[in-house]
């Protein structure tokens, strides 16, 4: 069964610090995709990036990147130089395309607080 | 270009009431899908349309929900005689699904937060 692990219920970090949000899942799937989705305090989530698992590639978009490992099923995310306004929930998700759909099954959410 | 919109933005309801939501896609979609979030918790995966087809269906739908999209575009969940545990936010996201290209992203509407009474 697929599963999203978020160790980090609650990060604070100072405004300018880099911050690393954890991501581990569980798949049986070879084809899957992974996301990241914030969801600020408005509470609509908004979609960050998807990546699928065949490409290891890791991205970078502005202060945000994003490390894929399969050896170690992780999908981690950091934001560089964070901002206040970068204070938010963050999910991880995944999606198995061949068995279950496209349904997104996600992590609990890491809240980050980025203070002034 | 509109995203996905929802409605109401909230409800509040007494137990034992029927409540209906209305999700509205991106238009170009093909997929939509119905989640649920409890506080403190992610979305949780309740089902999800291929078009006007009803591909899938959580354990988390009970015979007390039900869910259609009956022309392909827009779709309802109803939930018949609600329960306090039903309090929740649910959501609505659109996407392409296969055979319409390479992006199966899921865009996410506002949300309908449900309080049961």
């Known amino acids: 069964a697929q599963k999203v692990t978020q160790a980090q219920t609650e990060i604070s970090v100072v405004e300018k610090e880099d911050v690393t949000l954890d991501c581990v899942y569980e798949t049986r799937d070879t084809t899957y995709y992974l996301f990241w989705y914030k969801q600020p305090p408005s509470g609509e989530l908004v979609f960050l990036i998807r990546?699928?698992?065949?490409?290891?590639q890791n991205e970078i978009s502005g202060r945000y990147s994003w490390n894929f490992q399969k050896s170690t099923s992780s999908f981690n995310f950091t934001i560089t130089a964070s901002q206040v306004v970068d204070s938010a929930v963050y999910f991880c998700?995944?999606?198995?395309?061949?068995?279950?759909?496209?349904?997104?099954?996600f992590g609990e959410g890491t809240q980050l607080t980025v203070n002034p | 270009d509109t995203g996905v919109s929802q409605d109401p933005r909230h409800k509040i309801t007494k137990r034992g009431q029927n409540v209906t939501f209305r999700c509205d896609p991106i238009?170009?979609?093909?997929?939509l899908y119905w989640y649920r979030q409890t506080l403190g918790q992610g979305p949780e995966f309740l089902t999800y349309f291929q078009n006007e087809a009803q591909l899938e269906k959580s354990r988390l739908l009970s015979d007390r929900f039900s869910a259609e999209r009956p022309k392909g575009s827009f779709s309802t969940l109803e939930i018949q005689r609600t329960e306090q545990g039903d309090s929740a936010m649910y959501l609505c996201?659109?996407?392409?699904?296969?055979?319409?290209?390479?992006?199966?992203?899921?865009?996410f509407g506002p949300g309908t937060r449900l309080t049961v009474l």
């Open positions: 990546r699928n698992s065949f490409d290891e």
């Open positions: 238009s170009e979609h093909n997929r």
């Open positions: 998700a995944l999606s198995e395309e061949e068995t279950s759909g496209s349904r997104l099954t």
């Open positions: 996201a659109s996407s392409l699904g296969q055979g319409t290209g390479n992006t199966n992203e899921q865009f």
